[in-house]
């Protein structure tokens, strides 16, 4: 058997038995699980994939574990005198060294395992929507990364074993320089410059984790970590051998050591340095969360011919840079697969690229946007808009096709909310989303002699408070009754606006009475029940949030009536058993053949459905939902969108099941674990 | 043959060996004395490579055996003054890691641990947590270890401190055994222990090899007096 493996056996066998290692894995787990069931909260719709968040929440604890394993392995057989006894077997200080190594490694590796492996059944049984797209082999990268850090802490943790006779002193040297210098450095950086973050971009040690969970490995930062982690294991052994060096007869031998150290201390610098500026990346596939594109955006990409330049105009540093180039790359090689549009990729930094960044900002473009450029015709799509793939899409679109304008009409003068306002409680987002559609935002107030215009796609009733006039509502009845399209965010079952109106056209408005619903603050309702309508469909799995919820039932006019007449209520989106959005269609049958435009109605049960306080706050499909609707009323069905936005993090998990999940893997099984551990080096203490 | 040439060592601008130079010959147990402080851990800590001398050379077999250390240390065997044993793991444990981690291969571990035990006397303590045991019995698990390879030099630093007169009558046996294979270096200030097993005393003063005194053919008492003479001062 050789030393190596001899000392490694030893090292577990001496954890094993030892109080200190069950609080250490008892506490490591329950403090990564705390901090992963946070980060889960917070995540909630972010473009992160969980094996991400997960290893997050990991590697700022891996520290601290590799300094409690390690802080004896070598200070308590300084203390003890037993380094005699080794230093006179036939074993060198390195064979040593790496077995003690090895030894802390593999506990780690052990208590990381037990992490991930705790995480993923406790995700599959309470949130298998936030493993969806990812699976085991999606953490694979991420348990890598964490694995690459940890050799490099186990290595420094050793290496200050060795140097202190004091475990206390080993961990706290090991902890000062692990986290306390790196973390403090990168605070004080921070605080030095606040408005620095965006250059700086994420910690160091938290963006290696991030990207290497994502699949994204760079040479240089995996031969970093080994080259420092070597030095950091020569330090060690040097450090013991050192202890043969006592008496002048050592001087010499101590003195070669030392500049041996010092030497190895540049050659590792110099070695950084150089394998970080010859760096190449390796992109695994594993680990992410893409979704196929939607129908629409393939069609939008083999109709569309000839070249286009796709310019990201971000810096490298900045954390959406390595997402949004991953989603730009697939979309170019979809592109290209389908056999249409040519995408040509460029990355413009701007602080590095100083001529192709002065060509953007000319352009109109800022820091952090996309610009699609064909021909003399160029779209700035700001990164603060979301990139996702509707988005792109329409830019394309709108690039490659000729314009087609349609009106949407914004009632106003009954408490709506304004397209034009971009207050928290306005709609200028989703106006803003929908002119990237191709729509006009257009205002119409019912209240003087004005009817509704020809050219009218739909009219958009926004949570009106006040009641409509007869007039008002005679208008609309007679817009609707000629096939008009009308989409409706009702505030209130018994509010006013055009309330009264909606029976008569097959939809009566209710309390939404539900239970077992999921909700985040008591009030809302989180929404992931979609019916198979044009609408809804393409938004099977994501989730809507109504903040004050309205119910919808079918009225006594509907279902009734024959051919053209009949009137048909389609529900869009249910919590438990109220209806919060429904649609509402008359003459759908005979259209086809008599061309009637069919009247078609869509009413959401919620006033702030896509109002920009509660698209800024919340990751959901509101938006999707909201611009599906608007396709659907305009006619453009063929253009719905997918709704399905690159690497969103969905877990479903309502309250109730949040604590539910962060019981088990915060208190459970760190518990089971301890008591565990507990009972073996008991039972190894009781026998001496 | 063990041969130890011109070995000086400073310490901290003390020079606390001197030119000490001996040889001990196969079967040979050779005893170390001399007052605290006169140098005999750090020669045995030199001996055992555990120390680097200023000057000066040890041969094992015509061999320079500090140039090639490793291959030293598998022919050595040390038990140093202050014994410390891991003490959660159980005598055959130890005594198992110990074997392994000089190299004896696996399928001869058992043997040798049950060979060592046999000479030590713990035999029936192989399974007894070392923490359990007493300090004579830990030293004797200590001295196991030292002879579990039935070494070629056995290096044994005031092995009898702390044994009761029982453990020492043991520990002498198990000295004269280890004679058979090894080359015996042993100090102590157990002068009447010392002398039942010694071949030869060497007198350590100052960092000096001032006297040495065999003990073979030489009656007790007589023994005695011309060690103390010689620890006194005049050298033989």
């Given at each position: 058997m050789?030393?190596v493996?001899v000392?490694?056996?030893?090292?577990?066998?001496?954890?094993?038995?030892?109080?200190?290692?069950?609080?250490?894995?008892?506490?490591f787990?329950?403090?990564?699980?705390?901090?992963f069931?946070?980060k889960?909260?917070?995540?909630e719709g972010?473009?992160?994939?969980?094996?991400?968040v997960?290893?997050?929440?990991?590697?700022?604890?891996?520290?601290a574990?590799a300094?409690f394993?390690a802080?004896?392995v070598w200070?308590?057989?300084?203390?003890?005198?037993?380094?005699e006894l080794?230093?006179?077997?036939?074993?060198?200080e390195?064979e040593?060294?790496?077995?003690?190594?090895?030894?802390v490694?593999?506990?780690?590796?052990?208590s990381?395992f037990?992490s991930?492996?705790s995480?993923?059944?406790?995700?599959?049984v309470?949130?298998?929507?936030?493993l969806a797209g990812?699976?085991?082999?999606g953490?694979?990268?991420a348990?890598?990364a964490l694995?690459?850090?940890?050799?490099?802490?186990?290595?420094?943790s050793?290496?200050m074993?060795?140097?202190?006779?004091h475990?206390?002193?080993?961990?706290?040297a090991?902890?000062?320089?692990?986290i306390g210098?790196?973390r403090g450095?990168?605070?004080?950086?921070?605080?030095?410059?606040?408005?620095?973050r965006?250059?700086?971009g994420?910690m160091?040690l938290?963006?290696?984790v991030i990207?290497?969970?994502?699949?994204?490995?760079?040479?240089?930062?995996?031969?970093?970590?080994?080259?420092?982690?070597?030095f950091?294991?020569?330090?060690?052994?040097k450090?013991?051998?050192?202890?043969r060096?006592?008496?002048?007869?050592?001087?010499s031998?101590?003195?070669s050591?030392?500049?041996?150290?010092i030497?190895?201390?540049?050659?590792?610098g110099l070695?950084?340095?150089?394998?970080?500026?010859?760096?190449?990346k390796l992109d695994?596939?594993?680990g992410?969360?893409?979704?196929e594109?939607?129908?629409?955006?393939?069609g939008?990409l083999?109709?569309a011919q000839?070249e286009?330049t796709?310019?990201?105009?971000?810096p490298?540093?900045d954390?959406?840079?390595r997402?949004?180039?991953?989603f730009?790359?697939?979309?170019?090689?979809?592109s290209?697969?389908?056999?249409?549009?040519?995408?040509?990729?460029?990355?413009?930094?701007?602080?590095?690229?100083?001529?192709?960044?002065?060509r953007?900002?000319r352009?109109?473009?800022?820091?952090?946007?996309l610009?699609f450029?064909?021909?003399?015709?160029?779209?700035?799509?700001?990164?603060?808009?979301g990139?996702?793939e509707?988005i792109?899409?329409?830019s394309?679109q709108?690039?490659?096709?000729p314009?087609?304008?349609r009106?949407?009409y914004?009632?106003?003068?009954?408490?709506?909310?304004?397209s034009?306002?971009?207050?928290?409680?306005?709609?200028?987002d989703?106006?803003?989303d929908?002119a990237?559609?191709?729509?006009?935002?257009?205002s119409?107030?019912?209240?003087?002699d004005?009817q509704?215009p020809?050219?009218c796609a739909?009219?958009v009733v926004?949570?009106?408070k006040e009641d409509f006039?007869?007039?008002?509502?005679?208008?609309?009845d007679?817009?609707?009754?000629?096939?008009?399209r009308?989409?409706?965010?009702?505030?209130?079952?018994d509010s006013?606006?055009?309330?009264?109106?909606?029976p008569?056209?097959?939809?009566?408005?209710?309390?939404?009475?539900?239970t077992g619903?999921k909700?985040?603050?008591g009030t809302?309702?989180?929404?992931?029940?979609?019916?198979?309508?044009?609408?809804?469909?393409p938004?099977q799995?994501?989730r809507?949030v109504l903040?004050?919820?309205v119910?919808?039932m079918?009225?006594a006019?509907a279902?009734t009536g024959?051919g053209a007449d009949r009137i048909?209520?389609?529900?869009?989106?249910k919590?438990?058993?109220?209806?919060?959005a429904?649609a509402?269609?008359r003459g759908?049958g005979?259209?086809?053949?008599?061309?009637?435009r069919?009247?078609?109605?869509?009413?959401?049960?919620?006033a702030?459905?896509v109002?920009?306080?509660?698209l800024?706050?919340?990751?959901?499909?509101n938006?999707?939902?909201?611009?599906?609707?608007v396709a659907?009323?305009s006619?453009?069905?063929?253009?719905?969108?997918?709704g399905?936005e690159?690497n969103v993090?969905?877990t479903?998990?309502?309250?109730a099941?949040?604590?539910?999940?962060?019981?088990?893997?915060v208190?459970?099984?760190p518990?089971?674990?301890?008591l565990?551990?507990?009972?073996?080096a008991?039972?190894r203490?009781r026998?001496? | 043959m063990?041969e130890?040439?011109n070995i000086a060592?400073?310490?901290?601008?003390?020079?606390v060996?001197r030119?000490?130079?001996?040889?001990?010959?196969?079967?040979e147990?050779v005893?170390v004395?001399?007052?605290?402080?006169?140098?005999?851990?750090?020669?045995l800590k030199?001996?055992?490579t555990l120390?680097?001398?200023?000057?000066?050379?040890?041969?094992v077999?015509?061999?320079?055996?500090?140039?090639?250390?490793l291959?030293?240390?598998r022919?050595?065997?040390y038990?140093?003054?202050?014994?410390?044993?891991?003490?959660?793991m159980?005598?055959?444990?130890?005594l198992?890691?110990?074997?392994?981690l000089?190299?004896?291969?696996?399928?001869?571990?058992?043997?040798?641990?049950d060979?060592?035990c046999e000479m030590?006397?713990?035999s029936?303590?192989l399974?007894?947590?070392?923490g359990?045991?007493?300090?004579g019995?830990k030293?004797?698990?200590?001295?196991a270890?030292?002879?579990?390879?039935?070494?070629?030099v056995?290096?044994l630093d005031?092995?009898l401190a702390?044994?009761?007169?029982d453990m020492?009558?043991?520990a002498?046996?198990?000295?004269?055994n280890?004679?058979?294979?090894s080359?015996?270096?042993a100090?102590g200030h157990e002068l009447?222990?010392?002398?039942?097993w010694?071949?030869?005393?060497?007198?350590?003063r100052?960092?000096?090899?001032?006297?040495s005194?065999?003990?073979?053919?030489?009656d007790?008492?007589s023994?005695?007096g011309?060690?103390?003479?010689?620890l006194?001062?005049?050298?033989?």
């Amino acid at each position: 058997m050789s030393p190596v493996r001899v000392t490694w056996r030893r090292t577990i066998g001496r954890a094993r038995s030892l109080f200190s290692t069950a609080f250490a894995a008892g506490g490591f787990l329950a403090a990564t699980a705390a901090l992963f069931a946070f980060k889960l909260d917070a995540a909630e719709g972010a473009s992160l994939s969980v094996a991400s968040v997960w290893a997050a929440s990991v590697s700022p604890f891996l520290p601290a574990l590799a300094a409690f394993l390690a802080m004896d392995v070598w200070s308590d057989e300084l203390q003890s005198g037993r380094i005699e006894l080794l230093l006179t077997t036939p074993v060198r200080e390195r064979e040593f060294t790496l077995g003690k190594f090895l030894g802390v490694f593999s506990m780690v590796v052990v208590s990381t395992f037990l992490s991930f492996a705790s995480t993923v059944v406790a995700l599959r049984v309470y949130a298998p929507s936030a493993l969806a797209g990812v699976g085991v082999l999606g953490f694979c990268p991420a348990f890598l990364a964490l694995m690459l850090q940890s050799v490099l802490w186990c290595a420094v943790s050793v290496a200050m074993s060795s140097i202190f006779r004091h475990a206390a002193a080993a961990a706290c040297a090991s902890l000062l320089l692990l986290i306390g210098i790196p973390r403090g450095g990168w605070a004080a950086l921070l605080a030095w410059a606040p408005q620095g973050r965006t250059a700086f971009g994420e910690m160091i040690l938290d963006a290696h984790v991030i990207d290497m969970s994502s699949g994204l490995f760079s040479s240089g930062t995996v031969l970093s970590y080994l080259v420092l982690s070597s030095f950091f294991l020569f330090v060690a052994s040097k450090n013991v051998a050192m202890c043969r060096y006592c008496g002048r007869g050592g001087r010499s031998l101590r003195l070669s050591t030392a500049f041996a150290l010092i030497l190895a201390g540049i050659f590792s610098g110099l070695v950084v340095e150089l394998v970080n500026r010859l760096d190449s990346k390796l992109d695994l596939p594993v680990g992410n969360l893409e979704t196929e594109f939607s129908a629409r955006t393939r069609g939008i990409l083999s109709s569309a011919q000839g070249e286009m330049t796709v310019t990201c105009f971000l810096p490298r540093k900045d954390a959406r840079f390595r997402q949004i180039g991953r989603f730009l790359r697939r979309l170019q090689r979809e592109s290209a697969s389908l056999g249409g549009l040519k995408i040509d990729l460029r990355f413009v930094d701007p602080l590095w690229d100083l001529g192709p960044a002065e060509r953007l900002v000319r352009l109109g473009a800022a820091e952090g946007s996309l610009v699609f450029e064909k021909g003399r015709r160029n779209v700035v799509l700001p990164l603060a808009d979301g990139y996702g793939e509707r988005i792109c899409a329409s830019s394309i679109q709108s690039l490659t096709m000729p314009p087609q304008r349609r009106n949407v009409y914004w009632t106003v003068g009954h408490g709506e909310a304004a397209s034009e306002e971009y207050g928290t409680f306005g709609m200028s987002d989703i106006a803003r989303d929908l002119a990237r559609e191709g729509y006009r935002n257009m205002s119409i107030d019912l209240a003087g002699d004005a009817q509704i215009p020809s050219d009218c796609a739909l009219i958009v009733v926004a949570g009106a408070k006040e009641d409509f006039s007869r007039a008002e509502s005679g208008r609309i009845d007679s817009y609707l009754r000629a096939g008009g399209r009308m989409l409706v965010l009702l505030a209130a079952a018994d509010s006013g606006g055009v309330a009264q109106l909606l029976p008569g056209w097959g939809l009566r408005p209710s309390l939404a009475t539900t239970t077992g619903a999921k909700t985040l603050s008591g009030t809302d309702l989180i929404v992931g029940e979609f019916s198979e309508h044009a609408i809804s469909k393409p938004l099977q799995g994501s989730r809507i949030v109504l903040e004050r919820p309205v119910g919808f039932m079918p009225s006594a006019a509907a279902e009734t009536g024959t051919g053209a007449d009949r009137i048909e209520f389609t529900p869009l989106a249910k919590a438990g058993t109220a209806v919060v959005a429904a649609a509402v269609e008359r003459g759908v049958g005979a259209g086809a053949d008599l061309s009637i435009r069919p009247m078609r109605i869509v009413a959401i049960g919620d006033a702030g459905f896509v109002m920009n306080g509660q698209l800024a706050a919340r990751a959901n499909a509101n938006r999707d939902f909201f611009l599906n609707c608007v396709a659907y009323l305009s006619g453009t069905d063929a253009s719905v969108a997918s709704g399905a936005e690159t690497n969103v993090l969905t877990t479903g998990l309502d309250r109730a099941a949040r604590i539910r999940f962060a019981t088990v893997v915060v208190g459970a099984v760190p518990f089971v674990v301890f008591l565990l551990l507990l009972a073996v080096a008991a039972r190894r203490r009781r026998r001496s | 043959m063990f041969e130890v040439r011109n070995i000086a060592f400073t310490y901290r601008k003390k020079q606390v060996l001197r030119d000490v130079s001996f040889v001990v010959s196969p079967g040979e147990v050779v005893c170390v004395i001399g007052a605290n402080g006169a140098g005999k851990t750090t020669l045995l800590k030199v001996l055992a490579t555990l120390a680097a001398p200023d000057s000066g050379v040890v041969m094992v077999d015509g061999q320079n055996a500090l140039a090639k250390p490793l291959r030293y240390r598998r022919q050595l065997g040390y038990l140093p003054e202050r014994v410390a044993l891991y003490e959660e793991m159980t005598v055959k444990e130890y005594l198992n890691y110990r074997a392994a981690l000089k190299g004896e291969p696996v399928k001869r571990i058992r043997r040798r641990v049950d060979e060592a035990c046999e000479m030590c006397k713990v035999s029936e303590f192989l399974r007894s947590p070392i923490g359990s045991l007493s300090a004579g019995l830990k030293k004797r698990v200590a001295l196991a270890d030292a002879l579990l390879l039935r070494p070629r030099v056995l290096l044994l630093d005031d092995f009898l401190a702390g044994l009761d007169s029982d453990m020492r009558e043991t520990a002498g046996a198990v000295l004269s055994n280890a004679a058979a294979f090894s080359s015996v270096i042993a100090t102590g200030h157990e002068l009447d222990d010392l002398a039942k097993w010694a071949t030869r005393f060497f007198i350590l003063r100052d960092g000096v090899i001032s006297a040495s005194v065999s003990a073979v053919g030489v009656d007790r008492s007589s023994l005695r007096g011309r060690i103390a003479t010689a620890l006194k001062g005049s050298v033989s």
